[in-house]
Structures are given as structure tokens and as C-alpha cells.
């Protein structure tokens, strides 16, 4: 069948060109790019486990494509700051919460971070910029993303290499599906994105906020009587960047229902959280 053919031609692309593939589905998906290396390096690992590869040489250059590509996020994030992250964050299906939970898990794991980010969806692509943002040295960077890197890489590759039997089997039963093998491969992420744009979609036919430019908000400040300014950031972050609009409130979206209540009735808010 032609669906079987496609099934074996790409297990002897992957038999052929398997180091290749490896190293640049790693650097794309840590790029940012949606391409899930996850599949591919569980299929290295069983094929290690046959004697195809060498599971040493596919963790090393793993690890280091998946360090290569952070180094770019990590020089941005030194130059252009935290800034960086809003670019990040608008091609995210979730750009509201992006920056926010980014830095929460930055502010409350520091450096450590680095270690288990590339096991968060999401963390992965962001942290690294966090990292440059936060005037990381580059030699701590490369020990404790080298660090995580390896974790990542070597917890799937370890993973396909003992159930190596299990994903011959698996590879199987797709090959045997015919055009099902396509639909078992694409539906899940496919109604996944779907799911989550519809879901964004509603949210935002259910909330409608008015957005103040920062001219707008300057005025307001200078003129007539000012607004309540909410600064969402976490606190750990306003003290590191050292920067925060004057008079403005720095609460976090938990203490909001505590702490507004205290604000005169009637005030006008105005939230910042980037």
C-alpha cells in the first residue's frame, strides 16, 4: 500500500540521515518552531537499542543542538531584554499568560529553571531570554542549559532505548493502519490547535478590555484625577529590571481581589504587566 510505503521510506530516512534529522528537529523546536522532537528522539533511542546508532553520540549532539539554539535566545534576551519575550509570547496560542507565568517561573526557581524548562511547553523557548534578561553570566548559562539539555534529551532517548521493543511494535501497527497512520499522526495535535484558537476565540468574546496606550496613560497621570495603576508583574522581576511606572501598585493576579477592594470606589484601573 502506498500508506505502508510512506511508513518505510521514512524509517529509511531515519536509518540513513537519523543524526541529521536529530540535530535539526532539536534546534528548530528550541528555535521556537513547531516541530515536535520528542517522537524522533525516542525513535533514536530504540534505534540505539538495536545497534542502528550510539545512544552517547545521539545524547552529545542532542544536547548540543538544543544548547546552540538557546545561545540565540539567551544573546537576545541580553540585548534586548525582557522585550524579547513579548515577540516570543504573540506567536504563543496563549500570549496573555506567556509572560507572566515565564517570569513567575523564572522568579521562583532563579537559575534552576534552566534544568527542567525543556519538560514545560511553553518555558522551554522562553526561558533562555528570561536567562540573558537577567544578566546571567554566559559561562553559568552554557553549565546549567548544557545541564538541562542532556536531562531532556537523555530522559526520551533513554526511554525509547529500554522500551525499544514496545516502538518497533508501535511502528507496527501504524504502518498496518494504511491511511489511519496519517490521521493516528496528525489528528491529535491538529484538534489540539483547533481547541485552543477556539477556546481563545471565546475568551475574548467574553472579556472586552479597553487598551490605554502609554501616551494615553501619561496624560491621564498629568491631568485631572489620575487612575489606579496596577503593576502585575512579580515583585522579584520589578526589582530586577528596576524599572516601574510611579505610584503604581505591584500585586500579583492572586492578591487582586484583596487589595482592590481597598482602592476608592469608582477609581479608574489601569493593569500593566509587560
Same mark, same amino acid.
Given at each position: 500500500?502506498?500508506?505502508?510505503?510512506?511508513?518505510?521510506?521514512?524509517?529509511?530516512?531515519?536509518?540513513?540521515?537519523?543524526?541529521?534529522?536529530?540535530?535539526?528537529?532539536?534546534?528548530?523546536?528550541?528555535? +521556537?518552531?513547531?516541530?515536535? &522532537? &520528542?517522537?524522533?528522539?525516542?525513535?533514536?533511542?530504540?534505534?540505539?537499542?538495536?545497534? !542502528?546508532?550510539?545512544?552517547?553520540?545521539?545524547? /552529545?549532539?542532542?544536547?548540543?543542538?538544543?544548547?546552540?539554539?538557546?545561545?540565540?535566545?539567551?544573546?537576545? %534576551?541580553?540585548?534586548?531584554?525582557?522585550?524579547?519575550?513579548?515577540?516570543?509570547?504573540?506567536?504563543?496560542?496563549?500570549?496573555?499568560?506567556?509572560?507572566?507565568?515565564?517570569? !513567575?517561573?523564572?522568579?521562583? =526557581?532563579?537559575?534552576?529553571?534552566?534544568?527542567?524548562?525543556?519538560?514545560? *511547553? %511553553?518555558?522551554? $523557548?522562553?526561558?533562555?531570554?528570561?536567562? +540573558?534578561?537577567? +544578566?546571567?553570566?554566559?559561562?553559568?548559562?552554557?553549565?546549567?542549559?548544557? $545541564?538541562?539539555?542532556?536531562?531532556?534529551?537523555?530522559?526520551?532517548?533513554? $526511554? %525509547?532505548?529500554?522500551?525499544?521493543?514496545?516502538?518497533?511494535? /508501535?511502528?507496527?501497527?501504524?504502518?498496518?493502519?494504511?491511511?489511519?497512520?496519517?490521521?493516528?499522526?496528525?489528528?491529535?495535535?491538529?484538534?489540539?490547535?483547533?481547541?485552543? =484558537?477556539?477556546?481563545?476565540?471565546?475568551?475574548?468574546?467574553?472579556?472586552?478590555?479597553?487598551?490605554?496606550? *502609554?501616551?494615553?496613560?501619561? $496624560?491621564?497621570?498629568?491631568? %485631572?484625577?489620575?487612575?489606579?495603576?496596577?503593576?502585575?508583574?512579580?515583585?522579584?522581576?520589578?526589582?530586577?529590571? +528596576?524599572?516601574?511606572?510611579?505610584? &503604581? #501598585?505591584?500585586?500579583?493576579?492572586?492578591?487582586?481581589?484583596?487589595?482592590?477592594?481597598?482602592?476608592? /470606589?469608582?477609581?479608574?484601573?489601569?493593569? #500593566?504587566?509587560?
Amino acid at each position: 500500500m502506498v500508506q505502508q510505503g510512506a511508513v518505510h521510506e521514512a524509517t529509511r530516512w531515519l536509518l540513513q540521515h537519523g543524526y541529521f534529522l536529530l540535530l535539526s528537529a532539536v534546534a528548530a523546536e528550541q528555535l +521556537g518552531v513547531p516541530v515536535p &522532537a &520528542a517522537p524522533l528522539l525516542l525513535a533514536m533511542g530504540a534505534l540505539a537499542g538495536r545497534g !542502528h546508532y550510539n545512544l552517547i553520540s545521539a545524547l /552529545a549532539l542532542s544536547s548540543l543542538a538544543a544548547l546552540a539554539a538557546d545561545l540565540v535566545w539567551f544573546q537576545l %534576551g541580553r540585548r534586548r531584554g525582557e522585550s524579547i519575550l513579548g515577540i516570543l509570547c504573540r506567536i504563543s496560542l496563549e500570549p496573555d499568560s506567556c509572560v507572566r507565568l515565564t517570569r !513567575h517561573a523564572f522568579d521562583r =526557581y532563579g537559575p534552576a529553571s534552566l534544568l527542567f524548562c525543556k519538560f514545560v *511547553p %511553553g518555558l522551554s $523557548t522562553v526561558a533562555p531570554p528570561m536567562a +540573558g534578561s537577567s +544578566g546571567m553570566s554566559f559561562a553559568r548559562f552554557v553549565l546549567l542549559d548544557l $545541564t538541562g539539555s542532556a536531562l531532556w534529551a537523555g530522559a526520551f532517548l533513554s $526511554t %525509547g532505548w529500554i522500551f525499544r521493543r514496545e516502538t518497533e511494535r /508501535a511502528l507496527e501497527i501504524l504502518s498496518n493502519l494504511g491511511i489511519g497512520f496519517f490521521v493516528v499522526l496528525v489528528a491529535p495535535p491538529l484538534l489540539w490547535l483547533m481547541w485552543k =484558537y477556539a477556546q481563545r476565540r471565546a475568551w475574548f468574546a467574553r472579556v472586552k478590555v479597553q487598551r490605554v496606550t *502609554p501616551e494615553e496613560l501619561h $496624560t491621564m497621570l498629568a491631568w %485631572g484625577e489620575p487612575p489606579s495603576v496596577i503593576d502585575l508583574r512579580h515583585a522579584r522581576t520589578v526589582e530586577r529590571t +528596576g524599572l516601574k511606572i510611579a505610584g &503604581a #501598585y505591584v500585586l500579583e493576579v492572586e492578591e487582586l481581589n484583596v487589595h482592590l477592594r481597598k482602592l476608592p /470606589a469608582g477609581s479608574h484601573l489601569v493593569f #500593566y504587566c509587560s
